[in-house]
């Protein structure tokens, strides 16, 4: 199960760059999808894959290899 409080923090942090986290369970999988929520948010300020995963797993307290994480797509 999801820490609320860690998933609210994660938003939180992830609002500040300009972007919004969305984190579902589906059984034993946690999807998080991470989108644009304002057109200047800073691209170079999420942190490399491997890097948030990591930090997801300890923030909603579930396991690495259980969280399918997808970033958002950016243009130009």
Same mark, same amino acid.
């Given at each position: 199960? *999801? &820490?609320?409080?860690? $998933? !609210?923090?994660? /938003? &939180?942090?992830? #609002?500040? &760059? %300009?972007?919004? $986290? +969305?984190?579902? +369970?589906? %059984? ?7 989108? @644009? #929520?304002?057109? /200047? #948010?800073?691209? &170079?300020?999420? #942190?490399?894959?491997? @890097?948030?995963?990591? *930090? $997801?797993? !300890? /923030? $909603? !307290? ?7 994480? @997808? ?6």
């Amino acid at each position: 199960m *999801i &820490d609320p409080s860690g $998933l !609210k923090a994660m /938003q &939180d942090m992830l #609002a500040t &760059d %300009g972007y919004r $986290l +969305e984190a579902t +369970e589906h %059984g034993d999988r946690v999807d998080v999808r991470i989108s @644009v #929520a304002d057109p /200047q #948010a800073c691209a &170079d300020c999420l #942190a490399p894959e491997p @890097v948030l995963r990591g *930090i $997801l797993h !300890k /923030q $909603l !307290k579930v396991p690495e290899s259980a969280i399918d994480l @997808v970033y958002p797509e950016h243009e130009g």
